[in-house]
Antibody, heavy 118, light 107 residues
Framework: EVQLVQSGAEVKKPGESLRISCKGS????????INWVRQMPGKGLEWMGR????????NYNPTFQGHVTMSVDKSISTAYLQWSSLEASDTAMYYC???????????WGHGTTVTVSS | DIQMTQSPSSLSASVGDRVTITCRAS??????LAWYQQKPGKVPTLLIY???TLQSGVPSRFSGSGSGTDFTLTISSLQPEDVAIYYC?????????FGQGTRLDIK
């Protein structure tokens, strides 16, 4: 069974750093890109970017480039989304999803809630 | 960059109604168009890809059509469990773009 298991909810203060994770199982991890999707409270879905686990090549949405970093440890089938300095506006649900390039997102993680508040 | 515009932003319909949601791309995207359903408090799920191919397990009352710039998602007979927000998505290349969503409620 394909699963994308995300790390638990986080509560952080502005300026703090954070790394959330997404562990894939039930499939060959390096065969599918991992995408990250943000959903701010009451808002729509925003594609943040994606990473190819086979070589760590990334594509970032310009809106998020420079503010987040995507990485992967293929030895443990885990992708990461990282912030070095959180802002209150980073408060959102973050989903990881997988896809083959030129295919849609067929499996989604359950989401990680990030709350940034002083 | 390509933009994806959905209409309407919200709609309310009765059980059994035929419901249509449209998605327009600012430039031609061939058939690289997917539809997702997000029920309240839940994770989005893939309904339709390649504009008209039903994802496995999705009820046959859902259908999609279109190519190029204009696409539609149709629910042939609305059911109470279809209350959700529906998103279109262009997925052929980066940046991957979602429409702003259409909220569907039961009248």
């Amino acid at each position: 069974e394909v699963q994308l298991v995300q790390s638990g909810a986080e509560v952080k203060k502005p300026g703090e750093s954070l790394r959330i994770s997404c562990k894939g199982s039930g499939y060959t991890f390096t065969n599918y890109w991992i995408n990250w999707v943000r959903q701010m409270p009451g808002k729509g879905l925003e594609w943040m970017g994606r990473i190819d686990p086979s070589d760590s090549y990334t594509n970032y949405n310009p809106t998020f480039q420079g503010h987040v970093t995507m990485s992967v440890d293929k030895s443990i089938s885990t992708a990461y989304l990282q912030w070095s300095s959180l802002e209150a506006s980073d408060t959102a649900m973050y989903y990881c999803t997988r896809h083959v390039v030129t295919d849609p997102f067929d499996f989604w993680g359950h989401g990680t809630t990030v709350t940034v508040s002083s | 960059d390509i933009q994806m515009t959905q209409s309407p932003s919200s709609l309310s319909a009765s059980v059994g109604d035929r419901v249509t949601i449209t998605c327009r791309a600012s430039h031609g995207i061939a058939n690289y168009l997917a539809w997702y359903q997000q029920k309240p408090g839940k994770v989005p799920t893939l309904l339709i890809y390649a504009a008209s191919t039903l994802q496995s397990g999705v009820p046959s009352r859902f259908s999609g059509s279109g190519s190029g710039t204009d696409f539609t998602l149709t629910i042939s007979s609305l059911q109470p469990e279809d209350v959700a927000i529906y998103y279109c998505q262009r997925y052929s290349s980066a940046p991957i773009i979602f429409g702003q969503g259409t909220r569907l409620d039961i009248k």
